[in-house]
Each structure stands twice: as structure tokens, then as C-alpha cells.
């Protein structure tokens, strides 16, 4: 696990606002390298806004994100992009290219040389089990392999953050676990925030919890101190009495 003094992404007094509601107020968090980090919470708490807020897409109406000490929204769009890899929650398929070429668009923010980029395109693409569709239009794959190739892309980008909204979307439970390793394996070396409704999985991989409550209550820290029967009642209740 890494742990660097002054590597983080954080957000100070953060305000968001979705569809004319406050749905994230006064927000103090921080993220860092070598944590695994679920953010849970009800329908409609403000999950995706803030997982977008993070990768500097999202209008914030009041206070900060910092990316290792630098204002998100200072960073020029190449720079972000090796700072900041966010997966949506769905993305649609538009362009007329092969798996692997999809792919190798992660390598774009690096200077990099073509065999560099190669070889991590081809781990990539090994790595979520896409080796017999790698010359397939990516107009033409399941919902599932899509979701690989966008998974790929992001891994392939190299980034020190890596932003993941519902990255379960579409997959099966086999492709599910070697997606949740590789995962694991790297928020070892980087940081890892993921939007997640399935509570096993966060339990299994997630080294810490970000919990959306009601009535602007956020905690956060280890999963063994978050994901106590007592914060968990109160999420669920949370969630029926907006269900």
C-alpha cells in the first residue's frame, strides 16, 4: 500500500446542487492513495453528483475539490486527466472503432512511446477478458463486454484516481469478482472511489466507506468502523423512506 504525504483528493465545505436541490452541503472528505473508498448512500443523496464533482465535471456552487494540493478546477484538461480516470455510470457507444483502439484512447494523456502504450493496452484488455472480441466494433458487443472496454480504458489511462459509478453495471457474477480484483490490485498504488448500492461487495473490497445520510449527515472512515448494524439500519431506513 502507498502512502504519500500531500497526495490527496479532497473537497473542503463542498455545496452541490442537482435539479434546483442542495443534495450535498458542507462536505469535508479526502481521499488517498492505497485506500479503496465505497460512497453509499440513498437514492437521489447525491452519489454520482459528487463522484462527478471529484473528476471537476460537476458545477459546484461553494466551496473546493483539491487534487494534491491544487485547486481540481486550476488543471488544464491533460493534466486532469492523468490526475483523475472516471468510468459513468452508463456511457453510450458512438464511435466506430475496434476494442482495441477504444481501449488505447485511455493512453491519450501520456507522452508516452507507441510500444509503451501497446503493452498496456494488451495487459488491459487480457486483464478484463477481452482477448477474443479485441478487433470486434465496439458498436457491435453485449452490454456486458462493453462495459469491460470501458473499464479497460480507464485502467489503461493510469491515473492516480480512479472514479468508478456503478462499474458493475451489466456484468455477470464471474466477470463481476475479476473486475472487483483488478480493482483491489489497484488501490494499492493509487486511489479507488466507487459508487456502490451492493453492500456485500463494499464489505468485501473496500478498504473505507463515505455514507451519505439524511439531514446533511456524512461519515466516513475504515469499512470496519463505517459498516456497523447501527449505520447500516439507519442507511436502509434512509433509503425506504425515499423508496
Not at 22 to 41: D, K, M, R
Not at 167 to 176: A, K
Not at 200 to 225: F, P
Request: proline fraction near 2%; include cysteine.
Amino acid at each position: 500500500m502507498v502512502e504519500q504525504e500531500g497526495l490527496m483528493l479532497c473537497t473542503e465545505q463542498l455545496v452541490l446542487r442537482q435539479d434546483d436541490q442542495t443534495v450535498i452541503n458542507q462536505l469535508n472528505c479526502a481521499f488517498g492513495p492505497g485506500e479503496f473508498w465505497a460512497i453509499i448512500g440513498r437514492n437521489g443523496a447525491g452519489k454520482t453528483t459528487l463522484l462527478h464533482a471529484l473528476a471537476g465535471v460537476q458545477t459546484i456552487q461553494s466551496g473546493t475539490v483539491a487534487v494534491d494540493g491544487q485547486p481540481l478546477n486550476q488543471l488544464d484538461p491533460l493534466s486532469r486527466a492523468r490526475k483523475i480516470s472516471l468510468l459513468l455510470q452508463e456511457q453510450e457507444a458512438s464511435l466506430t472503432v475496434s476494442v482495441t483502439e477504444a481501449v488505447a484512447m485511455g493512453r491519450y494523456p501520456w507522452p508516452s512511446t507507441r510500444q509503451q502504450d501497446q503493452q498496456l493496452t494488451d495487459e488491459m484488455i487480457h486483464r478484463c477478458g477481452l482477448e477474443t472480441v479485441r478487433d470486434k466494433s465496439i458498436l457491435k458487443l453485449s452490454g456486458g463486454e462493453r462495459r469491460k472496454v470501458e473499464i479497460a480504458t480507464c485502467l489503461a489511462q493510469q491515473s492516480d484516481y480512479l472514479l468508478l459509478d456503478e462499474p458493475l453495471n451489466h456484468l455477470d457474477l464471474v466477470h463481476r469478482r475479476n473486475i472487483m480484483q483488478l480493482f483491489t490490485e489497484y488501490s494499492q498504488d493509487h486511489a479507488v472511489i466507487m459508487v456502490c448500492h451492493d453492500i456485500e461487495v463494499v464489505k468485501t473490497h473496500c478498504s473505507h466507506v463515505l455514507m451519505i445520510l439524511e439531514n446533511d449527515c456524512y461519515l466516513s472512515g475504515s469499512s470496519a468502523t463505517m459498516l456497523t448494524e447501527h449505520n447500516l439500519q439507519k442507511l436502509f431506513n434512509d433509503s425506504n423512506q425515499h423508496d
